[in-house]
């Protein structure tokens, strides 16, 4: 066989064995799992409102912290960690555009984030989320050099289509799929009673749909192991 005949054989192979596996994948729906997540805490009001919500539900959701605020708030910070939830890291000064950073400043926003959050809780965190989600191959190559998984979001709960927290949850109902990422905030603006109170809400009707919570780290865990818990 000529080098071209074996090059399209093994291009032929390998999309083979993806549409193998793609089919396969298909067969593994997800179960109606959803991951809360937060971002931009620890705030000293907020923070501790959401967290009651959750205890009082049996909840577990992610937190992706600031690094600074975990300084400024380290008891707020470790009550998430003691409470069972997880934490990522959401950067130590939330820069509003982290790609035009250089290197060695987002190097060090990541990085300065991990410290804060293993050195007030113990715990390093896994994950990554670029803040307002903004991503180029700076940000990309060192959140993976530095092993974080980065995490977006399917379904943002915060939106400015949903003014009242009877929108917010409206919003993430009709939104809302097996394996969603839900979006919300207990941080950073000078308000997030919308956020708290749209909490209740999100999760009973969530609930009343057959859902179940985990979190992020539990989500992933669950499509490699074919959606099972
Ligand atoms: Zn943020």
């Known amino acids: 066989m000529s080098v071209r005949g074996v090059l399209l054989t093994a291009i032929a192979l390998a999309f083979l064995a993806l549409a193998i596996k793609c089919e396969h994948l298909a067969q593994q729906p997800l179960p109606k799992?959803?991951?809360i997540t937060f971002d931009d805490g620890p705030h000293p009001v907020y923070t501790p409102?959401?967290?009651?919500?959750?205890?009082?539900?049996?909840?577990?959701?992610?937190?992706?912290?600031?690094?600074?605020?975990?300084e400024q708030f380290p008891e707020v910070a470790r009550r998430i960690v003691a409470e069972g939830h997880e934490v990522g890291n959401h950067t130590y000064s939330h820069p509003t555009k982290l790609p035009e950073e250089n290197w060695e400043q987002i190097r060090q926003e990541i990085e300065k984030c991990s410290e804060a959050i293993e050195r007030v809780t113990g715990v390093r965190p896994k994950l990554f989320r670029p803040p307002r989600g903004f991503l180029n191959y700076k940000?990309?190559?060192?959140?993976?050099?530095?092993?974080?998984?980065?995490?977006?979001?399917?379904?943002?709960?915060?939106?400015?289509?949903?003014p009242t927290p009877e929108a917010m949850a409206q919003r993430v109902f009709k939104l809302v799929h097996s394996g969603a990422i839900i979006l919300m905030h207990d941080g950073r603006i000078p308000s997030r009673w919308k956020d708290v109170k749209a909490l209740p809400l999100i999760i009973e009707g969530l609930l009343k749909r057959g859902y179940k919570f985990v979190t992020v780290s539990e989500l992933f865990g669950l499509s490699k192991h074919n959606g099972k818990l």
Request: without cysteine; glycine residues 6%.
């Open 33 to 35: 799992v959803v991951a």
């Open 49 to 70: 409102k959401v967290l009651s919500i959750l205890k009082r539900y049996g909840i577990k959701a992610t937190f992706f912290l600031i690094g600074k605020r975990v």
């Open 139 to 162: 940000v990309l190559t060192l959140a993976q050099l530095e092993g974080y998984t980065i995490v977006f979001w399917t379904v943002s709960a915060d939106h400015k289509d949903a």
